[in-house]
């Protein structure tokens, strides 16, 4: 199995709805996308799925030391000799790679988040630095199209987080600020106990006007001569901001159900949005 395989494979695997959106690039520019993708899971894996904090704090330095032996041509695994190849096409910077596993080493320190602003250095790190590393694959001619990566990293993560709200409770971690949950009458006991109330329901409103105004902002970014080379961030858009508007529908109710959208449809609002940003080409060259 080659290096590019075993990271298909993995993306592949997880079901994510990024996997939808790499399909369509180029093939460099795929393996190389799929390749950072590849990494992000392995040190979120790490993170989630050994269950001794130590040995999960081993595992992310090990892999501190593979992207420093990636980027000196030393990788030893495929994930890391996949990245080793794409930085001969691409200009991917090594401090985001260790700013990355920065973000995950909180998760294992950090369960509670005093306000948005400890939230959003977290979601920095996990989410907009892997924007901005996609943003140099998928290519950029105005530097304003990074401000539109950072964005659209921020609506994406804090997409997941209102998703995921069970999930990560059911692993002793809440995600939503304490100093709001505590404005809108939410406990923490509440939320390790799955419960699903009003309260719960009115706070998660709030962070999903939060996340849709970054969705807005990231697309007002966007330089028109830059929608061509990311419109792979564009499918990503659509895809998370389609799932975000289901949870809505379903008022919220996150307790009682995960809501993701079927591959069928994540390939659906995939072609729908290359066929509009071809036209869109088309129209404005």
Known sequence: MTPQQYCRDKAAKSGSSFYYSFLFLPTKKRDAIMALYAFCREVDDAVDEISDPLVAAQTLAWWRQEISNTFNGQATHPVGK?????????????????????????????????????????????????????AQIFGFSDRQTLKFAEKLGLAFQLTNIIRDVREDAERGRIYLPLDEMQQFGVSEQSILALQQTDELTALLQFQAKRAEQYYQEAMQLLPPQDRHHQCTALIMAEIYRTTLQEISRDNFQVMKQRISLTPIRKLWLAWRTLRREKKLAKSHP
């Not at 596993?101 to 630095?129: F, W």
């Open 82 to 134: 996949a990245l080793a190849d794409a930085l001969q096409d691409f200009d991917l910077h090594e401090e985001y790679f260790h700013e990355i596993i920065d973000g995950m080493e909180m998760d294992l320190t950090q369960h509670r988040y005093p306000a948005y602003k400890n939230l959003a250095l977290y979601c920095h790190r996990v989410a907009s630095v892997v924007g901005l590393l996609s």
